[in-house]
């Protein structure tokens, strides 16, 4: 089992930036792929980034390519997802998950979710 929880949300205005972190606890992150999605209100939760077990594999949804970027301490049992350039449709709910896959882009190929951390970007 293992436990996320999320930070770093708040308000931000366009051209910002924000840093998500999340904190595992319970078995240890580095058995896991991480990834973090998104749910804007009314919308099904979204892929935005995931990071490999040891952190050297990357991958991004389009719409944050460029702008984001996934990074872990796996010594910390955290994951972290640095914002630039936010706009106002990042504007959702972000979530961190934790997956025993090799690779992936579903909510269904993780197995542990946090309770989401709000992020709002003005315009």
């Known amino acids: 089992q293992v436990q996320l929880v999320e930070s770093g949300g708040g308000l931000a205005q366009t051209g910002g930036s924000l840093r998500l972190s999340c904190t595992a606890s319970g078995r240890a992150s580095s058995n896991y792929i991480m990834g973090w999605f998104r749910q804007a209100p009314g919308k099904e939760r979204m892929f935005v980034a995931t990071?490999?077990?040891?952190?050297?594999?990357?991958d991004y949804a389009d719409s944050v390519k460029g702008r984001f970027t996934v990074s872990r301490d796996n010594a910390k049992n955290t994951v972290y997802l640095q914002m630039n350039s936010l706009k106002p449709e990042d504007t959702a709910v972000y979530y961190c998950a934790a997956g025993a896959v090799l690779s992936g882009y579903r909510t269904y190929d993780y197995n542990y979710w946090g309770q989401g951390t709000q992020v709002t970007v003005s315009s």
């Open positions: 990071i490999s077990r040891g952190g050297g594999a990357t």
